[in-house]
């Protein structure tokens, strides 16, 4: 018999029926990449149900892969032929068919058992409200209760116990707690070989928790029945099982007959813990966590399990599966039972079918091996996949300044001073070396800065930032301490704890001096500045040709220069390809990942191309629902561009965008978004056009924004434009007034992705320039100059007239960026907008090719600044008089 599956015609589970042609193109295209093992590149504009596709044609795959498992334990049994009409064989594939079934029922079961604990819960929580306050004021009285410690140096002295595989510090009396809940598990039963085994699962991942936040209830959409065997999809033959009775039997009626999946959302400590007093006393929570954690009995976190309630954690992991939690409901959960949801959540990633994941737990190794994620076998989907270079990029980057580096040696060598006489060989030698290779480090730095000041002092046009290779890096620190194994010192570091140990020291003397600015940072939970160092040490102590350094002048007005170093991959591709090697498949998927070529060379060139598939989506709207037209030139008949030269020296260059787009106010209705290429060339327009009141006249047209400086003022802003839409798009349907708001924004700063602005927000989004990157920038210049060298390297060399891939990445930068910001309007199936791109350069082939594949065949260049106004104005005026009639 063949196991291999095929790819569906249709997918009942979704939940708009029948969903639309290109929706089930996508679900057919992810079903088979996941089948086939592949790599697979998706864009689908917002608006198309990509949450929906994704998470349909994904859980359809796993069900199917679920009865192929039960299909090839049948065979296995049967010796090959499960079709086999020996009554023998019928009889035992009848048995280890029922005993699958009641393994699953009985699973089933229990969390059906979680979830009705947990609506009792829910339902006497406000009777508990007073009683839990008390609890919490006396623990929190207890907590800040002055524990006298022994004048006792020896808790400062290195461990020599290895340290837990998941790098969390943990006492011996928590790591007896632990044994002790694996072994209740197993006198439960629950550590059974079918539970014990992690099934097969998908990891979720989105940049932030607030775009996670989305696929839950998207997840509850969905309607798949139970059960759902392996060929329910297809027309031909069926092996279909007894129904089961529905998990949520005995709940609610809702879902009764469908498939409810077992769901975890994993988060940082930030949005998971519950110990108020810990939130409010920390400066750095993970650290403070970690503190408590290597506390004794009695000082450890009140929300751990006590000796004798270890089946607590237990139960909570269960309510975890039994019903889908958002990061919010899961802290709540938590609240609950008086239980610390960010280790229940960990304790339910083995048997979770969909974990839902912040990028940088999924992305980094050492957060995976702490939470236990193993990717082999297991289907890896990356939403909002255009951030993902950025962040791969970001997250291989430590930065370390002068003073945590000195501070660091000091307190050291104030540590070995101290305790040289009690100090084993061993870690004498360790410790010695550390303080050869810091002081290596500090005097670089200081002779780096003394060289940059004195060029300074002399005048002399310097660059206040210098990157380096690893090879010229490692030569300033001397042949002493770059004949160090850094690799020995990280993890020697580790396994002694001795970070915290000498930080602790330092502020135990700080105290005993009456240093008052040290003692105020004693707080619990301040990082150890050795640790920072240790992170530094261990980007280092990677043999990568991809590395650099850079070191930078700091300066700050009043104050004395400083350096900041920095470490940084080039490349993105090596920390991502471990997700790419262990993973059964990873889909990338976003609603504009053009240019699809760009996410190849930069993370897949060393995958096989035979795996590797891509599936550009159509947008849902009718095609006369969008407009796109390149504004080559404006009304004096000369070309528009927009280059960082032309504006800054040339205020005529900026009148002129002023009169364009007063224009174009006069004939578009309701909310346009102006979208610049960066804050300085917005500044500037806003100025100019304040002089010549060019701002008075959008304001008779439309009520003017501007995007904040503060993150903290987007939510006012948008408000007050949402209000200025809707109240004066009203009066404008009944005069010649046109009314609605004007929106001025950056491209790729606070609102240009992730931004919901449909229908009446954004009848028109109008893109000023290309926002090309920054050539000022050192680390910029590095990565061109590296890019090139790994193509000249390979040997594949282009043709003529074609561009090198210094230049390829440097353009495709500035066109993922304004993609995004296209990607602001058209947010559902009956929604419509004009897209006007101001800048000659948007018409140049190169550019063309970069845009959406969405956009299709409609971009329009017009010859003259007058025929794109008059087809504006046609295509407004058409689509209003269709909206009121319909």
């Keep these: 018999m063949d196991l291999e599956l095929q790819t569906p015609e249709e997918f009942s589970a979704f939940p708009y029926q029948p969903p639309y042609s290109i929706q089930v193109d996508l679900m057919r295209h992810l079903y088979t990449s996941l089948e086939k093992r592949a790599v697979t590149i998706v864009e689908s504009p917002t608006g198309t149900g990509k949450t929906l596709t994704l998470l349909t044609s994904s859980l359809t795959w796993l069900m199917d892969e679920r009865e192929r498992a039960r299909k090839g334990k049948m065979k296995e049994v049967a010796g090959g032929d499960i079709e086999a009409k020996d009554w023998v064989v019928e009889q035992t594939l009848a048995r280890i068919r029922r005993e699958m079934e009641a393994d699953e029922r009985e699973y089933e079961d229990k969390l059906s058992e979680a979830r009705k604990r947990e609506q009792q819960l829910r339902r006497k929580a406000a009777g508990r409200l007073n009683k839990k306050a008390v609890g919490a004021t006396m623990r929190r009285a207890y907590l800040q209760k002055r524990i006298e410690e022994d004048d006792n140096d020896d808790i400062f002295l290195p461990e020599d116990d290895v340290h837990t595989d998941d790098g969390e510090h943990i006492s011996a009396e928590l790591r007896a707690l632990m044994d002790k809940v694996n072994r209740i598990q197993r006198s439960r039963g629950l550590n059974t070989e079918d539970e014990e085994m992690p099934c097969t699962k998908i990891y979720y991942a989105s940049r932030t928790h607030s775009q996670l936040t989305q696929v839950l209830p998207e997840l509850g959409k969905l309607k798949f029945k139970l059960p759902i065997s392996v060929t329910d999809h297809h027309r031909s033959q069926s092996l279909s099982l007894p129904q089961k009775r529905s998990i949520g039997d005995g709940d609610d009626g809702e879902n009764e007959g469908q498939k409810q999946f077992r769901a975890v959302s994993l988060g940082s400590r930030k949005q998971l813990c519950i110990n108020d007093n810990l939130r409010d006393k920390s400066r750095d929570l993970d650290e403070a966590c970690r503190e408590l954690l290597g506390e004794k009995e009695g000082k450890r976190c009140q929300h751990l399990p006590q000796l004798g309630e270890e089946i607590a954690m237990i139960d909570f992991r269960d309510q975890i599966l039994a019903s889908p939690k958002d990061i919010e409901d899961l802290a709540e959960a938590g609240r609950l039972v008086n239980t610390c949801p960010y280790f229940a959540s960990r304790k339910a990633i083995p048997q979770a079918e969909l974990v839902t994941l912040p990028y940088n737990l999924l992305?980094?190794?050492?957060?995976?091996?702490?939470?236990?994620?193993?990717?082999?076998?297991?289907?890896?989907?990356?939403?909002?996949?255009?951030?993902?270079?950025?962040?791969?990029?970001?997250?291989?980057?430590?930065?370390?300044?002068?003073?945590?580096?000195?501070?660091?040696?000091?307190?050291?060598?104030?540590?070995?001073?101290?305790?040289?006489?009690?100090?084993?060989?061993?870690?004498?030698?360790?410790?010695?070396?550390?303080?050869?290779?810091?002081?290596?480090?500090?005097?670089?730095?200081?002779?780096?800065?003394?060289?940059?000041?004195?060029?300074?002092?002399?005048?002399?046009?310097?660059?206040?930032?210098e990157v380096m290779t690893m090879v010229d890096f490692t030569a300033k620190l001397g042949k002493k301490a770059s004949s160090i194994n850094l690799l020995e010192i990280e993890g020697y570091l580790k396994k002694s704890k001795i970070a915290r140990k000498i930080a602790g020291y330092s502020d135990k003397?700080?105290?005993?001096?009456?240093?008052?600015?040290?003692?105020?940072?004693?707080?619990?939970?301040?990082?150890?500045?050795?640790?920072?160092?240790?992170?530094?040490?261990?980007?280092?102590?990677?043999?990568?040709?991809?590395?650099?350094?850079?070191?930078?002048?700091?300066?700050?007005?009043?104050?004395?220069?400083?350096?900041?170093?920095?470490?940084?991959?080039?490349?993105?591709?090596?920390?991502?390809?471990?997700?790419?090697?262990?993973?059964?498949?990873?889909?990338?998927?976003?609603?504009?990942?053009?240019?699809?070529?760009?996410?190849?060379?930069?993370?897949?060139?060393?995958?096989?191309?035979?795996?590797?598939?891509?599936?550009?989506?159509?947008?849902?709207?009718?095609?006369?629902?969008?407009?796109?037209?390149?504004?080559?030139?404006?009304?004096?008949?000369?070309?528009?561009?927009?280059?960082?030269?032309?504006?800054?020296?040339?205020?005529?260059v900026i009148s002129d965008l002023g009169q364009i787009l007063h224009n174009y106010a006069c004939v578009v209705p309701a909310g346009m978004i102006v979208f610049f290429p960066s804050?300085?060339?917005?500044?500037?327009?806003?100025?100019?056009?304040?002089?010549?009141?060019?701002?008075?006249?959008?304001?008779?047209?439309?009520?003017?924004?501007?995007?904040?400086?503060?993150?903290?003022?987007?939510?006012?802003?948008?408000?007050?434009?949402?209000?200025?839409?809707?109240?004066?798009?009203?009066?404008?349907?009944?005069?010649?007034?046109?009314?609605?708001?004007?929106?001025?924004?950056?491209?790729?700063?606070?609102?240009?992705?992730?931004?919901?602005?449909?229908?009446?927000?954004?009848?028109?989004?109008?893109?000023?320039?290309?926002?090309?990157?920054?050539?000022?920038?050192?680390?910029?210049?590095?990565?061109?100059?590296?890019?090139?060298?790994?193509?000249?390297?390979?040997?594949?060399?282009?043709?003529?007239?074609?561009?090198?891939?210094?230049?390829?990445?440097?353009?495709?930068?500035?066109?993922?960026?304004?993609?995004?910001?296209?990607?602001?309007?058209?947010?559902?199936?009956?929604?419509?907008?004009s897209l006007l791109l101001l800048d000659r350069r948007y018409s140049t082939p190169s550019i063309r090719s970069k845009l959406p594949k969405w956009i299709g065949k409609k971009l329009v260049v017009n010859e003259t600044f007058g025929q794109t106004v008059k087809d504006l104005a046609a295509f407004n005026a058409q689509r209003r008089k269709q909206s009121l009639s319909s």
Excluded at 807 to 824: K, P, W
């Design 679 to 833: 804050y300085s060339f917005l500044n500037t327009a806003k100025d100019i056009w304040a002089k010549n009141k060019t701002l008075d006249r959008f304001g008779t047209k439309k009520k003017v924004f501007f995007e904040p400086q503060e993150s903290t003022d987007v939510d006012t802003v948008l408000r007050e434009y949402a209000a200025a839409v809707h109240v004066r798009l009203w009066r404008s349907w009944q005069s010649s007034y046109r009314g609605g708001a004007l929106l001025f924004a950056v491209i790729g700063a606070k609102l240009s992705e992730g931004l919901n602005f449909a229908d009446d927000l954004a009848r028109a989004v109008v893109i000023v320039g290309l926002p090309f990157p920054n050539l000022g920038s050192p680390e910029l210049r590095e990565r061109m100059k590296y890019v090139k060298a790994l193509e000249e390297k390979s040997g594949r060399f282009r043709e003529a007239g074609k561009k090198d891939a210094a230049a390829e990445l440097y353009e495709n930068m500035c066109m993922n960026a304004v993609n995004q910001s296209i990607g602001r309007a058209i947010r559902h199936r009956n929604d419509w907008a």
């Design 509 to 652: 003397q700080a105290e005993k001096e009456g240093d008052a600015m040290l003692a105020r940072k004693t707080k619990r939970g301040t990082l150890p500045p050795l640790h920072t160092v240790e992170d530094f040490m261990i980007s280092l102590s990677h043999p990568n040709d991809d590395g650099r350094v850079t070191f930078t002048l700091v300066e700050g007005p009043g104050q004395e220069g400083t350096v900041e170093l920095k470490y940084q991959l080039l490349n993105p591709a090596p920390n991502f390809m471990e997700v790419v090697e262990e993973a059964r498949s990873v889909v990338l998927a976003g609603g504009t990942m053009s240019p699809i070529s760009d996410v190849i060379n930069q993370l897949f060139y060393s995958v096989p191309l035979e795996r590797i598939t891509s599936f550009s989506c159509g947008h849902v709207i009718p095609e006369e629902n969008l407009q796109t037209m390149v504004v080559a030139k404006g009304p004096k008949g000369l070309d528009l561009d927009f280059k960082a030269g032309r504006w800054q020296g040339d205020p005529a």
């Design 363 to 465: 992305l980094q190794k050492s957060a995976r091996e702490a939470l236990g994620i193993d990717l082999k076998g297991q289907i890896v989907i990356i939403d909002e996949a255009h951030n993902l270079i950025p962040t791969l990029l970001s997250l291989s980057t430590v930065k370390l300044s002068y003073s945590a580096l000195a501070l660091s040696l000091q307190q050291v060598c104030a540590y070995v001073q101290r305790f040289r006489n009690r100090l084993s060989s061993i870690n004498m030698l360790h410790l010695k070396r550390l303080v050869v290779f810091l002081d290596a480090l500090k005097k670089a730095v200081t002779d780096w800065k003394t060289e940059k000041l004195a060029a300074v002092g002399s005048k002399a046009q310097i660059d206040k930032a």
